[in-house]
């Protein structure tokens, strides 16, 4: 598992005991739903629920697997099979009650149903981080609702936006990511115990529904010796999407602390160091190693989609590839998400750059403003297109020459329009001054907060 980047409290949820002690659950709701049925002894469940526990490493040693022990010990103590070693690890500590533990099961009974229940109990972990997240994402789009900035296709200046609306877009594609995560959620939360090929040839349908009930999990509708690998690759496919949302906002972070453009930084904290070299530097450093990592999520994602396709009622092959992919995926996001969550909370924005770099251009963005104007007094389209167009590039080349402020730019390509026969015969000074009132053309922002519930007032 990816120690490093384990919060603990994922980290715990995928260690050895807790794997342990998930399917200890497992095979005591099965004892006492046998029980229930009659065909346990009511002491014998009870005894069983008194008495069992298990070590990890005591059932660790029982396997026989731990790298560099193969010659250790006898072979005949070492099992080579997790959930034996597990079950006479638990032996140890109950009485003639053992006897009924596993009683009709077979080992992915247990094994997949209590996996089933830790990826539900990781996806309560990721499901406050996204909660996190998008409170995160919320403030910042109320604090900088009327934040105005240059908006870029291609890289290139479009039109003003607001850097408020930018969050909203965040928040609408995050809000998408927790609806497909949910219904991964519902698809995983399955139970299993339908015995060695799935036909309940020697447990009882009922200790399935039973099991399932108390567990607060979907007894599966058909399965085979295992549930199928779908549900796993679905949980895994909404992980590796959600990454790669965090991965295009983290891009967008990264393009916007660009020197050249220095909109927006990340957190910078006392004493840390941007380069072993450069004093200066200030990287976006968390940004970058979430969008490194978005990578390695979707690498998670293939193995998941293999895995569906086993043999028959059921091969291994799928097992060896879940005890990495499952667990690092999940301890992963919980870290990316943990981490994003603290740029976006803490993000510096400088207002008067974004104003300085929408200015930049002399107005070149009002150029569709001043083309709809002309047609709506009559003009036809293309000519109006073509019209606005030359001016626009000849103001891009006074750009280049470095020759005027951007206020003398914007009086200049003005000026043009004003002057152009074509043009005046269909627009007034006038109309082409309200058409450069570009704020005007913001107008409709509060529609993006009112869609997704965060209005907090509406702008005079």
């Given at each position: 598992?990816?120690?490093?980047?384990?919060?603990?409290?994922?980290?715990?949820?995928?260690?050895?005991?807790?794997?342990?002690?998930?399917?200890?659950?497992?095979?005591?709701?099965?004892?006492?739903?046998?029980?229930?049925?009659?065909?346990?002894?009511?002491?014998?469940?009870?005894?069983?629920?008194?008495?069992?526990?298990?070590?990890?490493?005591?059932?660790?040693?029982?396997?026989?697997?731990?790298?560099?022990?193969?010659?250790?010990?006898?072979?005949?103590?070492?099992?080579?099979?997790?959930?034996?070693?597990?079950?006479?690890?638990?032996?140890?500590?109950?009485?003639?009650?053992?006897?009924?533990?596993?009683?009709?099961?077979?080992?992915?009974?247990?094994?997949?149903?209590?996996?089933s229940l830790l990826m539900r109990k990781a996806a309560g972990i990721l499901r406050a981080d996204m909660a996190a997240l998008e409170t995160a994402i919320i403030k910042q789009a109320q604090a900088?609702?009327?934040?105005?900035?240059?908006?870029?296709?291609?890289?290139?200046?479009?039109?003003p936006i607001t850097f408020g609306q930018k969050m909203c877009v965040w928040l609408a594609e995050l809000r998408r990511r927790v609806t497909m995560f949910e219904h991964a959620v519902e698809t995983?939360?399955?139970?299993?115990?339908?015995?060695?090929?799935?036909?309940?040839?020697?447990?009882?349908?009922?200790?399935?529904?039973?099991?399932?009930?108390?567990?607060?999990?979907?007894?599966?509708?058909?399965?085979?010796?295992?549930?199928?690998?779908?549900?796993?690759?679905?949980?895994?496919?909404?992980?590796?999407?959600?990454?790669?949302?965090?991965?295009?906002?983290?891009?967008?972070?990264?393009?916007?602390?660009?020197?050249?453009?220095?909109?927006?930084?990340?957190?910078?904290?006392?004493?840390?160091?941007?380069?072993?070299?450069?004093?200066?530097?200030?990287?976006?450093?968390?940004?970058?190693?979430?969008?490194?990592?978005?990578?390695?999520?979707?690498?998670?994602?293939?193995?998941?989609?293999?895995?569906?396709?086993?043999?028959?009622?059921?091969?291994?092959?799928?097992?060896?590839?879940?005890?990495?992919?499952?667990?690092?995926?999940?301890?992963?996001?919980?870290?990316?998400?943990?981490?994003?969550?603290?740029?976006?909370?803490?993000?510096?924005?400088?207002?008067?750059?974004?104003?300085?770099?929408?200015?930049?251009?002399?107005?070149?963005?009002?150029?569709?403003?001043?083309?709809?104007?002309?047609?709506?007094?009559?003009?036809?389209?293309?000519?109006?297109?073509?019209?606005?167009?030359?001016?626009?590039?000849?103001?891009?080349?006074?750009?280049?020459?470095?020759?005027?402020?951007?206020?003398?730019?914007?009086?200049?390509?003005?000026?043009?329009?004003?002057?152009?026969?074509?043009?005046?015969?269909?627009?007034?000074?006038?109309?082409?001054?309200?058409?450069?009132?570009?704020?005007?053309?913001?107008?409709?922002?509060?529609?993006?907060?009112?869609?997704?519930?965060?209005?907090?007032?509406?702008?005079?």
């Amino acid at each position: 598992m990816i120690e490093r980047y384990s919060y603990p409290e994922m980290k715990a949820l995928w260690e050895a005991q807790s794997r342990y002690d998930t399917w200890l659950e497992v095979e005591l709701l099965i004892a006492e739903a046998w029980a229930e049925l009659g065909v346990v002894p009511k002491d014998a469940a009870e005894a069983l629920r008194r008495n069992a526990k298990v070590e990890a490493a005591r059932a660790i040693e029982l396997e026989g697997e731990t790298p560099g022990k193969e010659a250790e010990g006898k072979a005949a103590k070492r099992t080579r099979h997790d959930l034996i070693a597990f079950l006479h690890a638990v032996y140890e500590h109950c009485g003639a009650e053992k006897k009924w533990l596993h009683y009709g099961v077979t080992s992915y009974d247990i094994e997949d149903t209590a996996l089933s229940l830790l990826m539900r109990k990781a996806a309560g972990i990721l499901r406050a981080d996204m909660a996190a997240l998008e409170t995160a994402i919320i403030k910042q789009a109320q604090a900088h609702k009327w934040t105005y900035m240059i908006g870029r296709s291609h890289g290139v200046h479009a039109e003003p936006i607001t850097f408020g609306q930018k969050m909203c877009v965040w928040l609408a594609e995050l809000r998408r990511r927790v609806t497909m995560f949910e219904h991964a959620v519902e698809t995983i939360s399955a139970c299993k115990i339908s015995g060695a090929v799935g036909t309940f040839a020697n447990v009882d349908p009922r200790v399935e529904e039973i099991v399932a009930d108390r567990l607060g999990l979907q007894a599966s509708p058909a399965a085979t010796q295992v549930l199928q690998r779908d549900r796993h690759a679905e949980f895994l496919a909404a992980l590796a999407v959600l990454a790669g949302s965090l991965e295009q906002f983290a891009t967008e972070v990264r393009n916007l602390q660009r020197t050249d453009i220095l909109e927006v930084e990340e957190p910078f904290q006392a004493g840390q160091r941007g380069s072993s070299a450069m004093p200066h530097k200030r990287n976006p450093i968390v940004s970058e190693r979430v969008s490194g990592m978005a990578r390695l999520m979707r690498g998670y994602l293939l193995p998941a989609i293999e895995n569906m396709a086993l043999w028959h009622e059921r091969d291994i092959a799928h097992s060896s590839v879940e005890r990495v992919i499952i667990p690092d995926a999940c301890i992963l996001l919980d870290y990316m998400l943990r981490k994003f969550t603290r740029v976006v909370d803490g993000l510096v924005v400088y207002p008067k750059r974004m104003l300085k770099n929408l200015n930049a251009t002399g107005g070149l963005f009002n150029s569709e403003a001043v083309m709809l104007a002309a047609v709506k007094k009559g003009m036809d389209k293309d000519t109006a297109y073509t019209a606005v167009q030359s001016h626009a590039m000849d103001t891009w080349e006074k750009i280049q020459d470095d020759a005027m402020t951007p206020a003398e730019l914007g009086t200049y390509y003005q000026a043009a329009l004003r002057d152009d026969p074509a043009l005046s015969a269909f627009l007034t000074p006038d109309d082409i001054a309200v058409a450069f009132d570009w704020p005007r053309h913001l107008q409709h922002i509060e529609v993006f907060y009112q869609r997704l519930g965060i209005a907090d007032e509406i702008r005079a």
